[in-house]
C-alpha cells in the first residue's frame, strides 16, 4: 500500500511538473500592427491562453525589420521569434535562409493535428498554396488575404441628374467600368477641380503602393513580370512586354483626372481621399474597405460601391496578395507555435478576425450572416478564382525593389514607359542571373 502511494505521489508531481511546464510557455508572434490588430482586438487570445496554458505575447513589428531580427539571430541561439506573420512573397528569402520551417510533419502528426481541420478542404486550395507553400512544401496557414477592389461612389451613380448627363455626353449608360477606356471616361465625368473633387487618383509616391496598384494594370492588360505558373518557380523575364508598355501608358492617362499632389499618395492619402469624398473612384486594398465604412472616420460610408478592377482583356482578374504565419527555424516551442496556428485557422477565430477587418480564406466564414452582409463580400469572393499570382522566389524582394524605382521614374516623367520598363528588365536579369533569361531583349 506504502509502494501504491508513493507511486501515486511520483506521478501526480510529474504531472504537476509537465503542467508547469506547458503553463511556462510563452509564444513569441510578430507582425504589423496593422494586421494583427484583427486578432488582437478579438479578445480571443485570452481564450486560447485558458485553453492551453500557453502564453502568446504579441510584438509588433514591419516585415522588414522582423526579416532584419531573424538574419541577427545566432544560429547556434535562441530564435528571435516563435511566430511570424509576414508578406507572402518573402517567403522563398525565409526559406532559402533557412529561417522558417515546413509543418508538413505537424499535420501529420495525430497527437498535434486535428483531423476535423482539412486545409485542402476548408481553405481556398489555390490561395493556401500560394501564400503559404514553397517548392512543394507547407509551411504555414494564412494569417489574411489581401486584394484590391475598385472603389466608387455608388450614390453619384444613382443620381438621375449624373445619369442624364453622362447618357448625353457619352452615348451610354453611367455604370461601374468595365474597361480603361470607361476608366478614363467616368474619371473625366466626374473630375471638377474647381470644386476640389477628383474623378481618381494614382498612389504615385515612391513606395510599395505604387508598385502593387501598378500591377493591377499590367494584370488586366494580360501581362505579368515573371511567365511563371506559380510565386515559386521562376521563368521568362516579360515586364517589359507590350501589354506592361500598353497598361503603364494606360495607368499615366489617370494623372489628369486626379488630384494635383496625386504623385505623393500612397496607401493612406488614397484612402483619405475616398473617405473625405474628394475623390470619385480608385483602386483600395481589402482591409481598407473597413475604414471606409466606419461612419465616425468616413464621410461617405454606405455610399460606396466595391467591383471588380476593369480589365483590358475582357478576362476578369484579381491581384493575389496576403500575409501568412510562419514557424521560425530554431524556435524552442514548434510544436505550441504549430498548435496555436491551428487554432488560428478555426472557424470562430476566422469569422471574428474577418469582422475585425482581416479577410479569411475560409470558405465556410463567408457563410456566416455577419460576414455575408459586409458590403465587399461578394467583390472578396469574386476575386478568389480568378487570382493571379506574384513571385515568392528568394530575389522577390529585391525585384520589388528595383520596381518601385524604376517605376518612381516613370510617373515623374523622367523615363518613357517603354524606357523604364527596359531598364527594369535589365535589372531583373541582372538580380536572377542564369535562373531566367529576357523575353523581350533589351536593344
Known sequence: MKIFSRVFLLLFLLSLHASAQQQSVTLRLAGDEWFLKSLTSTGLLSAFERQTGIHVEVIFKNDRNIMSDLDRTDNVGEAAYDIIVVRHRLLGALVAKREVQPIDSFLHDPGLHDPGFVPARDLFPHWWAELSSY??????????????????????????????????????????????????????????????????????????????????????????????????????????????????????????FSPPDTLSYGWMEAQNALQQGHVFMGLLWNDQAPFLEDPAASKVAGKIGYTLIPSNTGKPFSQLEGLTYLIVSGSKHSREAYKFIEWAMSQQVQVAQTLHGSSSLRPGVFENPAVKALPYTPAFLASIPIAVAKPTIAESDQMTQASVQRLSEIVSKKMLPKQGLDALAIDFKTILGAKSRLRYPVK
Open 135 to 256: 517548392g512543394g512544401r507547407n509551411y504555414g496557414f494564412p494569417f489574411t488575404a489581401l486584394t484590391t477592389y475598385l472603389c466608387y461612389r455608388k450614390d453619384m451613380l444613382a443620381d438621375p441628374a449624373n445619369q442624364h448627363a453622362f447618357r448625353d455626353r457619352y452615348h451610354r449608360e453611367l455604370r461601374p467600368p468595365a474597361s480603361w477606356q470607361e476608366y478614363l471616361e467616368l474619371a473625366e465625368f466626374f473630375n471638377h477641380p474647381a470644386d476640389h473633387f477628383y474623378g481618381t487618383y494614382i498612389q504615385g509616391k515612391q513606395g510599395l503602393a505604387l508598385w502593387y496598384e501598378w500591377l493591377n494594370l499590367i494584370y488586366s492588360f494580360g501581362g505579368n513580370i515573371l511567365n511563371a505558373p506559380h510565386g515559386w518557380e521562376y521563368g521568362d523575364i516579360v515586364v517589359n512586354s507590350p501589354q506592361n508598355v500598353a497598361a503603364t501608358e494606360q495607368y499615366l492617362k489617370a494623372i489628369p
